[in-house]
Structure formats: C-alpha cells, structure tokens
C-alpha cells in the first residue's frame, strides 16, 4: 500500500509550478518506512550526555564559545521529511517563481524526482546540524539539531558496532558543525544565497559555474573543518568506524550508487577528504588557532587554489593582518 500510495501522489502531481510539494511530501513518506522511535529513558539521557560533553570537548580544541540548539531531537524518518521539505521549497523558490506553469508531465517528472532525492536521504542521513535551516525564513529556528535514531540504530547494527560509540561519534561530527556556524554566523545566510543564486541562473537556463564553484569551496572547508576538530576532539580512536562505513558504502547496489552520483554524495567524501588535508596542512604550519580564523568574514574563505596549496592561504592570511 505504501507504494501504491507514493506513486499515486507523484502521479496525481497539481498547481502551477515545476514541483508539487504537497505531493512531494505525500509521496516520500508513502514510501519510506518511518522506523522505530522507541528509545529507552537511558538511551536518551545516553544523546543528551553524549552532545553535551562533544560540546566541552569541540570548544576547548577549537577555542571557540558556540552555544547548541535550542532544539535537539530525536526523530525519525518520516519526521527528517517534514523539516527539510519547508527547506528544499524555499532554496528552489526561484525556480518557480520564475519558470511559472509547467506542463504536468513534466511537472508529475520533477515531483518523482524530488520524491526520490528526500526518500533516499531520509532512509541515510544519521544526524544534522544544516545551516540552512538556520538562514532567515519561516520556522528557521526549528530543528537545528537532530539525530535520525532509526537510521543510527540500522548502520550501528550493519556495522557490527558498539552502538553506544556509533551514537556518541555521530553526536561529536554534528557538534563540530555547530561550533564552526556558532563561530561564523554569517555563514548560513552566505550557504543560501550562493545557493539561491545558483537556482537563479538554473531558472535562467544557465548553469552559474563560479557561484557552484563558490559553494563546492565552502563546504569542502566546512566538512574539512569538521574532521580536524573531530580528529583532535573525539574521545577515542575511530579510523575502525570511518573503514566500516566505507566498506559498507562501496558495497552499495548499483541503483544506490546512481542515486548518490545524482545527489552528489560522492563529491561530499572528497570534500572531507581534500578540506581536511588543506587544514592538516594550516594546523602543522601555524596552528589550530591560526586555522580557525577561516570563519571570521567571508573573506578568509579558502579558494578553490589554496584549498591545494595552503601555504598561499596562510600567506594571504598574514597579508590581511
């Protein structure tokens, strides 16, 4: 019946712009399995403590004072759908401010294809902390923090993992994005309008190739910045998880791994990758302290050439002194 129901909505797709939201939203949850939100008091209790004590660690490696969310939650996936869903509206607002009616077979087309991308993230993603969510707009305060237990328990278990461990390293990642937008409050509003302005030019017919290069920079030195505090902040060693979940990763299907080239998935492991060893390289020169001034304006944002050579950063950093 779930599947009955999702393909029902995607096909009886209405309105007047490019995607049927309502039908978006209909559709994804009709086909995803919400997943158990049975959590035991100690397990709960187990997040909060786990979040509070990333909290302190992130804040002494890092030197900076952020404070968490108001909101932290618990969630499941049917729940992840419903607050990104407002997001993914409002960053493809342009599109269909300026596209205007569409016929409906490419409408019902652009519904199934939103349907999928939310379907298969919301079955994936472990736990977020997305800036966008915290950019100016209507309920932007909702949710800046949380963690998809059914999909935590479901990699923890495949992993063969501890599962209090897998929960408290997914905490940590999370905790190192809030310290790093706690540190540059104006990063969200900077995410969305390089993004707004990407949609912009997409509605246009083009593809704005330097404001996409813009955004591929500043998430490489916002994943890159993540690891450098998750490796000096975890409290223990966690190569065996990262290994686990990559072995897990390339064992994939091969419908799964289409669905992630399309969504861009494997650009965000290089962004781990190539901003993490841009700011190994900053920290083995100058320090934690001298790396962190990437967040204080926009500015000091790396480009896409001093992400391969540090040392040019570090040079125009000391410039601007």
């Known amino acids: 019946m779930g599947l009955y129901r ?31 939100l049975e959590v035991g008091p100690g ?21 900076f004072e952020f404070d968490l969310p108001d909101t932290i939650e618990i969630i499941n996936r049917h729940h992840w759908i419903d607050n990104n869903i407002e997001t993914f509206r409002r960053v493809m607002a342009p599109l269909e401010d300026r596209v205007g009616m569409f016929p409906s077979a490419a409408r019902v ?23 966008l969510l915290l950019a100016d707009g209507d309920g932007a305060d909702d949710h800046a923090l949380y963690f998809v237990y059914p999909n935590v328990r479901r990699v923890a278990d495949s992993l063969e993992a501890d599962s209090d461990r897998f929960r408290r390293w997914i905490a940590f990642h999370e ?67 990262r290994a686990e979940i990559e072995r897990r990763r390339r064992g994939r299907g091969p419908i799964q791994k289409l669905i992630r080239r399309a969504l861009g998935l494997g650009m965000k492991r290089r962004q781990y990758e190539r901003g993490k060893d841009f ?13 962190g001034r990437v967040w204080e304006r926009p500015a000091n944002l790396p480009s896409d050439d001093e992400l391969d050579d540090p040392s040019a950063w570090i040079r125009r950093m000391d410039d601007m002194q």
């Open 109 to 131: 087309i652009n519904t199934s294809s939103m349907t999928v991308a939310l379907s298969f993230l919301a079955r994936n993603v472990l736990g977020q902390y997305d800036p």
């Open 279 to 291: 700011f190994d390289a900053v920290v083995d020169a100058r320090g934690i302290e001298f790396a």
């Open 6 to 36: 999702s393909v029902r909505a995607v096909t009886e797709a209405s309105g007047t712009g490019p995607i049927d939201w309502d039908a978006v939203a209909e559709a994804s949850k009709a086909g995803t399995d919400p997943g158990t």
């Open 175 to 241: 905790v190192t994005h809030a310290a790093e937008f706690g540190a540059a409050p104006w990063l969200p509003d900077h995410l969305e309008s390089r993004m707004e302005a990407a949609v912009d030019r997409l509605a246009e017919g083009d593809i704005d190739r330097v404001t996409l290069g813009e955004l591929d920079t500043t998430m490489t030195a916002v994943e890159g910045y993540a690891e450098l505090l998750m490796d000096r902040a975890f409290d223990e060693e966690y190569q065996d998880l």
């Open 43 to 63: 397990e709960r209790e187990g997040y909060a403590t786990d979040v509070r004590d990333a909290r302190d660690r992130v804040r002494e490696v890092s030197g």
